[in-house]
């Protein structure tokens, strides 16, 4: 049973990350530096500009660019603690967790409300599960609106971090649930979780609270139909195997010939082959 529940969260999960799409395109970095570069022309004593100059070439990857903007910055009396927290953020890109958290650690005993600082030190390689908890929490907590991803991530901390840490998970997500609404990525979140700890009804009560417009949606309805069938409740599971199929044939012939769609059809085909 716990092999075939991780194979269908895994599929699930799949399908799900399939579904999504970036509707946003990330702006030419290499635009907004001729942007600021201009600007750093007109007004070069200007310590912010060259710090933005710097977080742009950190974005590029071009770390001693980055490094000499940051200096120049220095020079012309930046703040000193957004100083360590643009250099942290730049060693921890770099892949020197060591020298990313000395910095990161110094803006936080400064300033230990600051979420920008907690999370980026929360996200470097040698955190420890329990300290990377921690800082996103405190985040979250600060943050007037925190992201949903923000729960997501740390929910995902907690569940790499073992079996004793999966309630902690399962409350952080609803936590977030409960701050900012039934969002889809959080109640995937919550699915996958309590699948992974074979608590097939409360998956099920979970995919209950999509908006109805997504409930009929092939990826939704295949998922919860493997969420069923974990259950024993396989009559109920393979009316919705075939509701799922039903789906697909619905949906534009464009859609049909898609990535997204051939992975639901191969599911349902393992499930029709008692695979």
């Known amino acids: ?7 269908l969260i895994a599929a699930s999960a799949a399908l799900i990350a399939l579904a999504a799409v970036d509707l946003f395109a990330h702006p030419a970095i290499d ?3 001729r942007s600021v570069s201009a600007r750093i022309e007109a007004t070069p004593t200007d310590a912010d500009l060259y ?3 710097g977080d742009l070439y950190r ?3 071009d770390w001693s660019a980055a490094l000499d903007d940051f200096e120049n910055a220095e020079r012309r009396g930046a703040d000193p603690v957004e100083l360590m927290y643009q250099k942290g953020r730049l060693w921890a890109d770099a892949g ?3 020298r990313a958290r000395s910095y990161l650690d110094r ?3 400064l300033r230990p409300d600051d979420p920008h600082a907690r999370l ?3 996200r470097l390689a040698s955190v420890s599960p329990q300290s990377a908890t921690n800082d996103l929490t405190r985040a979250i907590d600060v943050l007037e609106r925190p992201a949903p991803d923000l729960y997501v991530e740390r929910a995902r901390i907690l569940l790499q971090a073992g079996a004793a840490f999966h309630e902690m998970a399962a409350q952080g997500i609803e ?3 409960e701050r900012l609404g039934p969002l889809v990525t959080l109640l995937d979140t919550a699915v996958e979780i309590e699948l992974s700890r074979q608590r097939f009804d409360a998956a099920l009560n979970y995919l209950r609270r999509l908006p109805s417009v997504l409930q009929s949606q092939p990826e939704w309805l295949l998922r919860y139909a493997d969420a069923l069938s974990l259950a024993g409740r396989q009559e109920e599971a393979n009316f919705y195997y075939d509701r799922t199929r039903m789906a697909v044939d619905a949906r534009p012939a464009a859609w049909r010939r898609s990535e997204r769609a051939a992975a639901i059809m191969r599911r349902l085909d393992e499930v029709q082959s008692g695979g």
Do not use: H, N, W
């Not at 049973?1 to 194979?7: K, W």
């Open 1 to 7: 049973m716990r092999r075939l529940c991780d194979r």
């Open 31 to 33: 635009a907004r530096i």
């Open 51 to 53: 710090l933005r100059r």
């Open 59 to 61: 974005q590029l990857g």
């Open 96 to 98: 020197d967790a060591v």
């Open 107 to 109: 803006v936080v005993a």
């Open 120 to 122: 980026a030190r929360a």
């Open 175 to 177: 936590e977030g649930i």
